[in-house]
């Protein structure tokens, strides 16, 4: 499962209607792929269509599809958003993270 906080649903919901995606039909993709200064890296983009390897999550009205690789990595995951001097952008908050580099966008297990 992965949650989704008040402010992250708020900013999902309004990039998604900038991009013309409907918040309330489409998905937010979420997943982990190489790279990055720690080893792993987080992908979040926006999708209108889920393949059969995805599992679907729905939290505080946001729809979140994950590909069963990136599932083992981010389960218990918390998504959010600061829009603070530290930079915005969508944080994950991982449990299963060991460390995180100092921009926080990718992670070793």
């Given amino acids: 499962m992965i949650k989704v906080s008040d402010i992250a649903k708020k ?9 013309g995606y409907n918040a ?4 937010v993709r979420v997943g982990v792929k190489s790279g990055g200064c720690s080893g792993l890296s987080y992908d979040l983009k926006f ?3 889920k393949s059969e390897d995805d599992k679907v999550f729905e939290d505080n009205g ?10 083992l990595y981010l389960a218990g995951t918390t998504l959010d958003f600061s829009g603070g001097l530290n930079g915005t952008g969508f944080i994950f908050n991982n449990p299963n993270a ?12």
């Fill in 11 to 19: 900013k999902v919901v309004e990039l998604m209607t900038d991009d």
């Fill in 62 to 71: 946001v729809k979140i599809i994950v590909d069963k690789k990136s599932f």
């Fill in 98 to 109: 060991n460390r995180t580099c100092g921009c926080g966008e990718s992670f070793s297990l």
């Fill in 24 to 27: 309330t039909t489409d998905f």
């Fill in 47 to 49: 999708d209108k269509s």
